[in-house]
């Protein structure tokens, strides 16, 4: 009897695993006959393993369940004929991606070129050397370029490009709103811009520049000065992008600015859309202070994550060892607009809780969301997602700003009066100015009613620009823990 009862346990031992092997082989054969019939099965394999691993919002989609495929089996979830069948019926990686998406999630994006992608990570990437913006004519399908600014020692600021100057055609063709992205956002090696002026509430073209197109790596700091006003050191820091490679160059910016002696800084971050959430960190410790003991930002995701990334992220006091120079300011003003996003709120937001935040400008985008880079090891492939997998919120637990950053005091940029970056009489650095000093400059406002006089027959109105079709536009993101 207590042979075969013996005999009965061996055999209820070993048949589950028997199922599992049999099960596991099935699968495998499955899995290779997808891969066989889909040359991308494994990159939406990828895909799905890693949504379901890391993405914020992972738990309310219904098709990333760890139990969405098989309820039965204890291993995993992909362990099952039914999940090849699921993959199988994407007919493409980008498909798929934007399927298992949440409705709230308007950052995530998917790339074929991981190459392509760590490059604008770094500020590279093709350009003639001109930061611009569109905008249509009177709510025509005509559209007019105009330039915020010029990348120093490119072919543009070569042939003279500068801030303010407006084009209307490129390679000969005039801008609408039907071919600009063809004629504007291609891989030419040159490109030929038809440069205008307003004149008698006109277009009138004034020249033709062809200016090379090339891998251009953009340094973040466009520019920084100290201005004196009425008794006053006032620092002015133009910085267009959380790039981690220029962190030690921006720290030494702020170490001109202590030596200068400086009372005041106006960060312009009107064209920062985001980077590198520890390049946030670094800057925030750099105007407000070190103490490693205070949280600057604190980052939650999806419940599975919870105890995997670090939650609360304080001050730094140095830069891979070399000490940070801090300015233990009590107040900053702050320049934004409707392209400020990501790594630029999280200064601000972030900033509140320990010091007076003056912003100028415009409502920002309303990004609290930060990203990871994903990259698919298959043989051969370069395809890479970067998905939304953190949301940030500051030391006093604030976070909600999906809907922008609203400014102190609204300021749009008038794209018929853009001012020079660093003149005092530019508007917005006009206006911080003169929160400043108590004195307000005169002669801004009265130059924009000017040329508001001789072109008020236009409407421009910005509706998109130079940037808009980079992957990591409105970016914030975070070492990749994966690597």
Avoid at 427 to 435: D, G, Q, S, V
Wanted: hydrophobic share 35%; aromatic share 10%.
């Amino acid at each position: 009897m207590i042979k075969k009862l013996s005999l009965l346990l061996i055999l209820s031992l070993c048949l589950p695993s028997c199922s599992k092997e049999s099960i596991e082989k099935q699968l495998e054969e499955a899995t290779q006959r997808a891969k066989a019939e889909d040359p991308l099965y494994s990159t939406k394999d990828f895909i799905w393993k890693g949504l379901n691993q890391y993405y914020l919002w992972q738990e309310e989609i219904n098709d990333l369940s760890d139990t969405r495929f098989e309820k039965s089996l204890g291993y995993t979830n992909a362990t099952s004929k039914r999940y090849v069948s699921y993959l199988k019926n994407f007919s493409t990686p980008e498909v798929l991606f934007k399927y298992l998406l949440s409705s709230e999630d308007r950052f995530s994006f998917i790339v074929e070129d991981i190459d392509q992608l760590e490059d604008s990570f770094q500020g590279i990437s093709l350009s003639t050397g001109m930061d611009y913006a569109l905008a249509n004519i009177g709510g025509s399908k005509e559209i007019i370029g105009y330039v915020r600014y010029v990348f120093p020692n490119s072919d543009a600021e070569k042939q003279g490009v500068k801030r303010g100057d407006f084009f209307f055609s490129v390679d000969g063709q005039r801008l609408s709103t039907t071919n600009y992205q063809q004629l504007l956002f291609n891989q030419k090696t040159t490109l030929t811009f038809g440069f205008c002026k307003v004149e008698n509430k006109q277009l009138v073209p004034t020249e033709s520049k062809t200016l090379s197109q090339l891998p251009l790596q953009e340094d973040p700091i466009l520019l920084h000065k100290t201005l004196s006003r009425s008794g006053k050191k006032i620092g002015y820091l133009v910085y267009n992008s959380f790039v981690s490679k220029y962190d030690k160059e921006l720290n030494e910016v702020f170490a001109q600015f202590k030596s200068d002696g400086i009372s005041d800084l106006v960060l312009d971050l009107r064209y920062n859309s985001g980077g590198s959430v520890q390049t946030a960190i670094y800057l925030a410790s750099m105007i407000k202070g070190t103490d490693t003991n205070k949280v600057f930002v604190r980052q939650t995701s999806n419940t599975k994550m919870a105890n995997y990334w670090k939650r609360d992220h304080t001050f730094e006091n140095n830069i891979s060892g070399t000490p940070i120079h801090t300015l233990n300011l009590p107040k900053i003003y702050i320049l934004t607009s409707k392209h400020t996003a990501s790594a630029s709120e999280l200064i601000i937001n972030g900033l509140k809780p320990y010091l007076t935040v003056v912003q100028i400008g415009e409502t920002t985008i309303g990004k609290n969301l930060a990203s990871i880079t994903l990259k698919d090891k298959s043989q051969g492939s370069k395809w890479a997602m970067q998905p939304i997998v953190l949301r940030s919120e500051n030391a006093n637990g604030f976070g909600h700003y999906e809907s922008g950053i609203v400014p102190d005091f609204e300021i749009k940029e008038d794209v018929r009066n853009l001012g020079t970056l660093g003149d005092e009489n530019e508007p917005l650095l006009a206006k911080a100015l003169e929160l400043i000093t108590g004195m307000p400059q005169q002669s801004a406002s009265l130059r924009q009613q000017g040329f508001r006089r001789v072109a008020n027959r236009f409407s421009l109105e910005e509706f998109d620009h130079c940037r808009s079709l980079s992957p990591t536009n409105n970016r914030m993101y975070i070492d990749n823990p994966t690597e």
